[in-house]
């Protein structure tokens, strides 16, 4: 469901540009390198950039047009910047609610729930830690009960841990409270550890939107965020444990990948780079490589090195890329439209998000 539509324009670098773009439930990940535009982007659908042009519409009403200009604190849009900006002299407690609107308590209650800030309530802003302090910011901003959240960079600044943490509290809370929400990040790792849609931007401009896995196999997000193997990404679903491995189900075929305790039912969105994928020709006893996917070649897109192989998993299965040498793609006389096994170590498959199912619990 469109929850935004978004057609803005502005003065940068001397130049008039343009952002042209919807927002929908879920976590949207606006990425591109810095300097492209993504925080004055979120100034603007906030009501922070006075100099802006065009039109925003935020649930049917109109915030920004010719003859609008909604003010800032009018706009039912919430923004974490990067600095928390937490009052040192007040407690978590009074931070929160200094800006509140709910009225429900119990609403109130389920967002200190899934920022995990109850504990915190009685502590001040100075005892507390990076991730913490990012919490409490966007608890006061879920508090004055906002109709889009906007997190500009929230993990910066986060060791691995807290920002694996982090990453998944927002998608959490977005999925849990029916926020929708607007991550700005540059780093590609949030976009797909975080993100159920992605814009990318470039110079004011959005270059691509879609799913998560349709911006990443864009050429401009390769090109733009200087990735070597950006890879696919596959959706799949836990069936079964065996040998402590994971049985995921891709389209009809299992995927066999490590065991990091998710319930059966679990559904998982798994990153396989495309140098991790070897091809063959018909399926092979007596190797260690569980995965042996069949597959039909769409596309082979060649470099002065390389070959980039498009493949199509049989059976209803995702889109795979392979990048294998030259030499072996002519040694194989691989064609579009041949009929291949795509081989995957399972240790080669990389888990980004894991959505457990209500009352389940792994065995």
């Not at 539509?5 to 343009?18: L, P």
């Amino acid at each position: 469901m469109t929850i935004a539509e978004i057609d803005i324009s502005w003065q940068m670098n001397g130049e008039t540009v343009r952002a042209d773009f919807s927002l929908k439930a879920g976590v949207t990940a606006l990425i591109g390198p810095s300097g492209a535009g993504k925080s004055t982007i979120a100034r603007i659908l906030c009501g922070l950039e006075h100099r802006a042009g065009g039109t925003i519409s935020l649930s049917g009403k109109t915030l920004l047009s010719e003859a609008i200009f909604v003010p800032a604190q009018k706009r039912s849009i919430g923004l974490v910047m990067q600095d928390p900006a937490l009052f040192p002299t007040m407690s978590v407690r009074e931070n929160i609610l200094i800006g509140c609107t709910l009225k429900s308590e119990q609403k109130l209650q389920e967002y200190l729930n899934v920022t995990d800030t109850k504990r915190l309530l009685d502590r001040t802003p100075t005892t507390l830690s990076g991730g913490e302090a990012r919490r409490v910011a966007i608890a006061r901003a879920l508090a004055a009960n906002p109709e889009i959240l906007i997190l500009d960079e929230p993990m910066n600044g986060l060791d691995p841990k807290r920002r694996r943490s982090m990453m998944g509290l927002i998608r959490h809370l977005a999925h849990k409270t029916q926020t929708p929400v607007l991550m700005i990040t540059h780093q590609l790792e949030e976009m797909l550890f975080a993100s159920d849609h992605a814009l990318l931007v470039s110079h004011g401009a959005i270059l691509e939107a879609g799913s998560v896995e349709d911006v990443l196999s864009a050429p401009d997000t390769a090109r733009l965020l200087g990735i070597d193997d950006a890879g696919s990404i596959v959706n799949a679903t836990v069936t079964g444990k065996e040998d402590h491995l994971l049985l995921t189900k891709v389209g009809e075929e299992t995927l066999f990948i490590a065991d990091d305790g998710e319930p059966i039912a679990s559904k998982l969105r798994l990153r396989i780079l495309a140098r991790d994928i070897a091809l063959s020709p018909q399926k092979l006893d007596g190797i260690s490589v569980l995965n042996q996917l069949p597959a039909c070649i769409e596309k082979i897109t060649h470099s002065e090195k390389d070959a980039l192989v498009t493949l199509a998993v049989n059976k209803g299965g995702p889109k795979l890329k392979s990048r294998i040498t030259r030499k072996s793609c002519d040694a194989m006389a691989l064609s579009e439209g041949d009929e291949i096994f795509a081989l995957i170590k399972a240790v080669a498959v990389k888990e980004l998000i894991s959505d457990a199912p209500e009352h389940v619990t792994a065995p």
